[in-house]
Nanobody
Framework: QIQLVESGGGLVQAGDSLRLSCAASGGTFSNFGLAWFRHAPGKRREFLAAITWTGGNTYHSDLIKDRFAMSRDNAKNAVYLQMNSLKVEDTADYYC???????????????????WGRGAQVTVTS
């Protein structure tokens, strides 16, 4: 069974940086397409970034593309989200999601990812 565990969240000030990690177990990691989403209270879940199972393509939402960067390390069965210049509005629970190969839908569609972590909380204060 595929399991995902996020880490690296925390309480930071505006302008700080954080790196979220997502460790995967079960399955063949190199076959996973992966993505990061976030969900803030009272808001809809947002797509942030995705990386293909080949690692050849990475996509970032226009919301964060100038500040966040997603990467993967197949040797460590891990995916990362480097977040720079954090803003108060980045406060949310951040989730790692996985699908096998390219899944059955667009990379930005949460419904195309059957495997999810429990989330990491990120709080940004002014």
């Amino acid at each position: 069974q595929i399991q995902l565990v996020e880490s690296g969240g925390g309480l930071v000030q505006a302008g700080d940086s954080l790196r979220l990690s997502c460790a995967a177990s079960g399955g063949t990691f190199s076959n996973f397409g992966l993505a990061w989403f976030r969900h803030a209270p009272g808001k809809r879940r947002e797509f942030l970034a995705a990386i293909t199972w080949t690692g050849g393509n990475t996509y970032h939402s226009d919301l964060i593309k100038d500040r966040f960067a997603m990467s993967r390390d197949n040797a460590k069965n891990a995916v990362y989200l480097q977040m720079n210049s954090l803003k108060v509005e980045d406060t949310a629970d951040y989730y790692c999601a996985a699908r096998i190969f390219s899944g059955s839908g667009p990379y930005y569609d949460a419904l195309s990812y059957p495997y999810w972590g429990r989330g990491a909380q990120v709080t940004v204060t002014s």
